[in-house]
């Protein structure tokens, strides 16, 4: 029999349950979540494999990456993942992790990216059924008229994970610019920049030459980066 391998872990959000199979992370959940045999059952038929508590390369990075996120330090990811779940589910898990960080979107929206527009109530219960919460982020999703909807972690900590990621993600286009060229990964994902002189668009990590100021614009993502005209850097490939 195959194994998950399983780790158990203490964070200021609660206790969290990490998995991995086969070098990449099946699992990042809240351990006592309501529907934690639930979710732990489908990984389990799904992989064909039982769980064993053994620490590994991709649960020690997860816990540091979890940590930096937690603090601040961090804004996306780079821990490969292994979704575990129907085609269905596996869509909506991938749009909700084309939703930046610091944005929110409602199920009706992620029901429209997928072209499933009437399927709102099924969209909700594979956000439900994420088992990779933040990295997967669902707790970006609120309802239709900004209220906050359900959540894994209980909503009192999802709307803690909203307020530090909106908190941490408002900076001004100078401050942005200031960004460019630390090689820091923090804010990679969250805005790209874009040189009017060349036509590239990039990550705020790359190590490309810093362009002048005044040849920078900035924007939230690639789609509107390549919308505008401005093609892929091909030192940082963002």
Not at 102 to 131: H, P, W
Not at 137 to 145: A, W
Not at 204 to 213: D, E, H, L, Q, V
């Amino acid at each position: 029999m195959n194994q998950i391998n399983i780790q158990y872990y203490k964070t200021r959000i609660g206790d969290i349950i990490l998995g991995s199979f086969d070098g990449r992370l099946c699992l990042l959940d809240y351990r006592y979540r309501r529907m934690r045999a639930t979710v732990d059952n489908r990984i389990k038929k799904g992989l064909a494999a039982d769980f064993v508590e053994k620490n590994d390369d991709v649960l020690s990075k997860a816990r540091v990456q979890l940590d930096e996120y937690l603090n601040g330090d961090r804004i996306s990811f780079d821990i490969p993942v292994l979704m575990v779940g129907t085609d269905f589910q596996k869509r909506v898990w991938e749009a909700l992790m084309k939703i930046p960080y610091g944005k929110t979107a409602s199920y009706l929206y992620i029901a429209k990216f997928i072209n499933k527009e009437k399927a709102v109530r099924a969209v909700a219960g594979a956000n439900g059924a994420n088992s990779i919460s933040l990295i997967i982020p669902c707790h970006r999703i609120i309802g239709s008229k900004g209220e906050l909807v359900g959540y894994g972690g209980g909503v009192p900590v999802k709307k803690r994970l909203l307020k530090l990621e909106q908190n941490n993600s408002g900076l001004s286009d100078n401050e942005k610019y200031n960004f460019i060229g630390s090689k820091n990964i923090k804010y990679d994902g969250v805005f790209f920049t874009a040189v009017k002189t060349t036509g590239i668009y990039c990550k705020p990590s790359c190590s490309a030459k810093k362009p002048n100021r005044e040849n920078v614009i900035f924007y939230d993502t690639k789609k509107e980066a390549t919308e505008n005209g401005y093609r892929p850097c091909k030192v940082c490939k963002p």
